[in-house]
Nanobody, 125 residues
Framework: QVQLVESGGGLVQGGGSLRLSCVAS????????MGWYRQAPGEQRELVAV???????TYAESVKGRFTISRDNARNTMYLQMNSLKPEDTAAYFC???????????????????WGQGTQVTVSS
């Protein structure tokens, strides 16, 4: 089983910055893509950014140039550096991971998708 734990959310003024972290723990073979999603009240969950294992990244248009996703594969950790925050960035931010099931040194041929519990980001105007 895999657990994802996010941290780093909080309240910040518009124009400010926050850095989110997501740590994956448990027993698994490897992690492929990891991504950040967000969900505002009354809205659908949307993709913010996703990073492949080799670090290539894709961003939502609304955050390009302001947010940066990164990974530390050795620590099974992903980050989201958020700069120039806007009130419309206010949402619960969730971590997602595409996990190759198995254990140290072996893969059982199955892929699982896991979510963290979310961390709240609130940007005041």
């Amino acid at each position: 089983q895999v657990q994802l734990v996010e941290s780093g959310g909080g309240l910040v003024q518009g124009g400010g910055s926050l850095r989110l972290s997501c740590v994956a723990s448990g027993t698994f073979y490897s992690i492929n893509a990891m991504g950040w999603y967000r969900q505002a009240p009354g809205e659908q969950r949307e993709l913010v950014a996703v990073a492949s294992r080799n670090g290539s990244a894709t961003y939502a248009e609304s955050v390009k140039g302001r947010f940066t996703i990164s990974r530390d594969n050795a620590r099974n950790t992903m980050y989201l550096q958020m700069n120039s925050l806007k009130p419309e960035d206010t949402a619960a931010y969730f971590c997602n991971a595409e996990v190759l099931e198995g254990g140290r040194g072996y893969y059982v041929g199955r892929t699982g998708y896991y979510w963290g519990q979310g961390t709240q980001v609130t940007v005041s105007s």
